[in-house]
């Protein structure tokens, strides 16, 4: 089933953001929204290595204290990069980092997720 399309996001700023193209019932699990092997583990030191725009860097990154994670391919981003941040959410992961839906989620609704939980 195709869950997902990329437009403007409803939060003034953030640009782009995910949005279901069909309801979605509470509890159901996306794993479409990142393909497999989308994502890289670097160090800062490999991050600032990177031969990418700084504009790319600034915006595709998951930043934690000694790492993060980038997409394996900057031309083929899953659409979960995408994915807004929200005090309240209607999206959640489990510890495998599949995601799924915490409420009924409607037909043209943005998909948010919490920054913090990640």
Known sequence: MHY????PSTI??????VFA???IPRGTVLRELFAPDDV????WAEFAA??????VKENFVTRYETECFVPACFNRISVGWYLNDSEEPNLAHDANYDYYALR???AGEELL???DDL
Do not use: W
């Open 104 to 106: 009924a989620i409607a």
């Open 113 to 115: 997720i919490r920054y």
């Open 40 to 43: 890289r583990r670097l160090t």
């Open 4 to 7: 997902f399309r990329l437009k």
């Open 50 to 55: 990177l031969d990418v725009p700084s504009d």
């Open 21 to 23: 193209t069909t309801d």
């Open 12 to 17: 003034a700023g953030a640009g782009v953001g």
